[in-house]
């Protein structure tokens, strides 16, 4: 062990002689009071100004990436926005070719049945009874002065044909009223049949207002991002979080189905390419094998979402005339059933494995172990729910091609917002870390003159004493010679 | 244009094809060239008093049929007064890398290992060293990643004055099992008898570069040490 206490010029006195020591180093130090400075504030600045330096640049790299994830997140915007729009005009096309197509053949209708009820008013109009020619003859003779007999019975037998005729014209009126009464008993299925058509007409035109009104809001949307607006980046940039969100974890489900396919095809994939070979330490073949077929049925599910055009991956296949694109569908179709078909076979093997397996070691088993027999259907249930699920979980695994596509659209926005917060919190970082380097050069050279402070307060008093005798009306910021370092360092360090 | 068009489409739908057609066949070709498998060569002590302890030797067979994977290989040869010859050799599998023929092979293994038990002789001498040389010959020759000898056995080795056994013998990466080594009447008299017989064996079969030696006596353990 070294001895410590060499350095002890008073033996035994450590604290005598640290001052001892202290009292011989600080005309040294104070000797040395400008290389010193000079040597800390250069380290301080050789420190602080590349950290600096690569905070700016973060800071500017950053605003790049903003700019340039602004641009992308406004134009997946406007795309999607646009797509949204020529799909909600089609949708009107529909409802107008639909709908408003059969307009002129239901105004028609219209105007028919109108002009059939009007036709039917006018016929029925209540026709006053003809005046009868004998009321003038009737007068006539009542002006006849009474007592004449021929008028008398002139009279009773006018009487009688009045009687005769009223009962005649009364039974006339009456049929007349039940004519018009049976006319507009039939006006009822017109107006009916008018109430219906126009409710039809109604409900046609408020379907096409609401699809107006879709279409209007969409537009104001287009608008909005089409101006680049703050309201429409916040709103886009929400929409592609929550889309990142739900495509993970809708992929992080078919994942799951994914690891059951696996378990499913891995032991008779076995007895297919071996169990003895292995492709690393821990990695067999069958189980890489069985990856692969999961790998390619998802393969298979995302050229026919595309070639359906549920997805939009591959510009290629998009841009493929609609029989090529109907043929390669019924291709991917065909494969993915094939695919599906294989699986269900080789969840039947795996049971088969599985029962063979547990047969051999029950056989081998010490004791032998009587199971009471199961009934055969049951028995039966879970290979055929194996067989039904290796036949299924492949078709499900085909609709993970619209979840991957939001998630690849989406993880552009997120992973850029992610990296210019990375960005920004780095730059800050470097920003915080230089200033601290360089105070803190300030405050070790504050702490050296505060070390030598004796000789540096001789030397003031010094120069104060010659300078008084040179001029007394000197300024008191050019005695000190330690002010203009600090001044020079201030400056530096603004 | 649209057969060009069709053509073009092709190598899209290619890529499932070509995985499961070129890529399938290709994988054992760059598969790891290092083996994986597990060889195991049990030694059967028939000799003396241990021959009716050849029942349990059944159990430990029955359990290594069940835990061997396909394309492992056992082999299960008895020790008798020489044990160094292949005609020792009771029953010896290389599984088959199909499940379901590896499951076959071990059934009829576990029954050549039945009719074994049932017609099995005591022996004069113990030549364990012998049938230890013949099991690095088998493990060696199966080319196994993995080579196990399993001794099963009291360890109490007994030669003809004929037989020569005294010269180092080759057991480099081999591990070696001594299973079920039984207390005999002397070791019961003094227990240093017992430990000495078992410290000699584990001289020589270290010194004989073995990579492990080990002594397990309840057969519990037995599937820890064939996992690790």
């Not at chain 1, 009474?146 to 009687?163: A, C, F, P």
């Amino acid at each position: 062990m070294a001895d410590t206490s060499l350095w002890m010029i008073v033996p035994g006195n450590g604290a005598l002689s640290a001052l001892v020591l202290f009292v011989i180093a600080m005309p040294l130090l104070y000797a040395a009071r400008g290389p010193v400075h000079g040597l800390v504030r250069a380290v301080g600045h050789l420190t602080g100004g590349p950290l600096k330096l690569v905070s700016r640049w973060l800071l500017a790299a950053a605003r790049d990436m903003r700019e340039r994830n602004r641009q992308v997140l406004l134009a997946h915007g406007r795309e999607e926005t646009g797509q949204h729009i020529a799909r909600e005009f089609e949708r009107v096309a529909l409802l107008v070719r639909r709908d408003l197509e059969g307009y002129p053949a239901l105004q028609r209708r219209l105007l028919d049945e109108i002009t059939k009820v009007e036709e039917d008013y006018k016929k029925c109009g209540e026709v006053p009874p003809p005046p009868p020619e004998w009321v003038e003859a009737v007068e006539a003779i009542g002006r006849v002065k009474s007592g004449n007999e021929l008028v008398q019975r002139v009279l009773d037998e006018i009487n009688d044909s009045i009687k005769e005729i009223h009962a005649k014209t009364l039974a006339d009126y009456r049929n007349a009223y039940e004519e018009r009464h049976k006319i507009l008993n039939g006006f009822m299925p017109f107006w009916r049949s008018l109430d219906k058509t126009l409710a039809l007409a109604t409900e046609k035109m408020t379907s096409l207002n609401d699809q107006a009104a879709r279409i209007d809001a969409q537009i104001e949307k287009y608008e909005q991002i089409a101006k680049g607006t703050e309201k429409a980046e916040h709103a886009l940039t929400v929409s592609q979080l929550t889309q990142f969100f739900t495509a993970t974890l809708v992929l992080a489900i078919a994942a799951g189905g994914a690891l059951v396919n696996f378990k499913l095809i891995a032991l008779p994939m076995s007895e297919m390419v071996g169990a003895g070979d292995y492709l690393t330490a821990s990695l067999r073949t069958s189980d890489v094998a069985a990856l692969v077929i999961i790998f390619v049925e998802a393969t298979m599910g995302l050229f026919l979402m595309e070639t359906l055009r549920i997805t939009h991956l591959f510009p290629r296949i998009r841009n493929l005339s609609d029989v090529m694109r109907r043929r390669m569908m019924w291709v991917a179709f065909v494969l993915l059933l094939t695919l599906a078909g294989i699986e269900a076979a080789l969840a039947l093997m795996r049971d088969m494995l599985i029962a063979d397996k547990s047969a051999l070691l029950q056989s081998l088993a010490t004791v032998p172990q009587h199971q009471p027999a199961a009934d055969p259907w049951l028995a039966r249930i879970p290979t055929a729910g194996q067989m039904l699920l290796g036949f299924i979980l492949p078709f499900a695994l085909a609709f993970v091609a619209i979840p991957l596509e939001s998630f690849i659209g989406s993880a552009r926005t997120v992973g850029g917002a992610a990296l210019v917060l990375l960005a920004r919190g780095a730059a800050f970082v470097l920003r915080l870390a230089g200033n601290l380097v360089r105070n803190l050069a300030k405050v070790t050279i504050t702490l050296y003159d505060i070390v030598i402070v004796l000789p540096l307060l001789i030397e003031r008093m010094w120069k104060a004493s010659s300078a008084g005798k040179a001029s007394p009306a000197k300024k008191p910021e050019e005695e000190a010679p330690a002010l203009p370092d600090k001044k020079l360092s201030a400056r530096r360090g603004s | 244009m649209k057969k060009r068009a069709f053509l073009a489409s092709l190598p899209a739908m290619g890529l499932a094809t070509s995985t499961l057609g070129v890529l399938l066949p290709l994988l054992p070709g760059c598969a790891d060239q290092r083996s994986h498998a597990h060889a195991v060569y049990m030694l059967v002590d028939t000799s003396g008093t241990y021959a009716q302890e050849v029942d349990k030797a059944q159990l430990i067979v029955n359990f290594l049929l069940g835990s061997l994977n396909p394309g492992d290989s056992l082999a299960v040869a008895r020790v008798r007064s020489r044990s160094f010859s292949e005609k020792d050799i009771i029953a010896k599998a290389t599984f088959d890398n199909r499940p379901s023929q590896a499951n076959l092979q071990k059934r009829a293994f576990r029954d050549q290992v039945e009719n074994f038990v049932r017609t099995s002789r005591g022996s004069a001498y113990t030549d364990i060293t012998g049938g230890l040389i013949q099991g690095a010959l088998f493990l060696n020759e199966t080319g196994a990643g993995k080579k196990t000898i399993l001794i099963f056995s009291d360890m109490q080795e007994e030669l003809d004055k004929a037989t020569l056994r005294d010269f180092p013998i080759d057991l480099k990466n081999i591990r070696v099992v001594a299973v079920n080594v039984v207390k005999l009447k002397t070791d019961n008299i003094d227990p240093r008898r017992y430990m000495g017989r078992l410290e000699d064996w584990q001289k020589r079969i270290v010194g004989a570069g073995a990579s492990e030696w080990r002594v397990i006596n309840d057969l519990e353990h037995l599937d820890r040490m064939l996992e690790s």
